[in-house]
Structure formats: C-alpha cells, structure tokens
C-alpha cells in the first residue's frame, strides 16, 4: 500500500518537474557580484530550470537543518529519559533479586497467630448476645 502511494505521489510531481523544465530551457546568467554589473567575475550561465530546482534543493536543505537544530532539545530530553529508564529497569532489578524471603521464625509465628485470632473470634461469636 505504501508503495503505492508513493508511486501516486512521485509520479505525477515527476511529470511536473519534467514539464517545467522543458518550458524553462533559455538561459541566464546569475552573477554573484553585486559590484560589477556589466562583467561580473563570479557568474554562471545555466538553464532556467537548473536554477529553480537547485534553489528549491537548497531551501530543502536549509529548512531541514534549521528544524534538526530547534530539536535539539527534545532530542536531549528523550536521551535523559531514556538514560533514566535504564537506570530505573537496572534498580528494579537488583530490589527484585533483593528481596528476601521471611525468616523462619517468622514464617511459623504467622500461620500460629492466625490460628489464634480465629480461635478467639470463634469463641466471642459464642459468647455475644443480642
């Protein structure tokens, strides 16, 4: 599905591009000396379309480095949470190992008090008047 859609895409701005650049063929000359207007040193003489798309290419680039550079601070905090993510499983770990079963006198003096406390419950249900 993926790939159809993106051959539905591509394929219709590959014509566009195709038939801008036929419609674009004269030539200019782009000079990149602001002084000298008539013989300027730095100039390039290319195709119309040339020039567009490369001007196109680089606002991509452009605005893609600006938007990776504003990011950098989501790009921080998700290495900090992610440092700490692994700090907290590696805890979590060492408390799960950590933990220690009751001592045995502990483990008998339990199941005694509960025998104890229903013995006792037993006997006041006995006793108790309404």
Do not use: C
């Not at 504003?70 to 499983?89: G, L, N």
């Not at 483990?107 to 006793?127: H, I, T, V």
Request: without cysteine; charged residues 20%; positive net charge.
């Amino acid at each position: 599905m993926q790939k159809f859609l993106t051959a539905l895409v591509l394929i219709p701005l590959g014509l566009i591009i195709f038939v801008f650049a036929l419609a674009n063929r004269q030539l200019v000359t782009v000079s990149l000396d602001p002084f000298a207007g008539n013989d300027p040193e730095l100039a390039a003489t290319l195709p119309l379309f040339v020039l567009l798309i490369g001007v196109a290419i680089l606002g991509v680039i452009a605005g893609s480095t600006v938007t990776w550079l504003r990011q950098r601070r989501w790009r921080k905090a998700a290495r900090r949470h992610q440092a700490e993510a692994i700090e907290a499983r590696a805890q979590l770990t060492e408390l799960r190992a950590s933990v220690v079963t009751p001592p045995a006198a502990e483990a008998q003096r339990a199941p005694r008090l509960l025998q104890l406390g229903s013995a006792n419950s037993s006997r006041d249900k006995q006793s108790a008047t309404l």
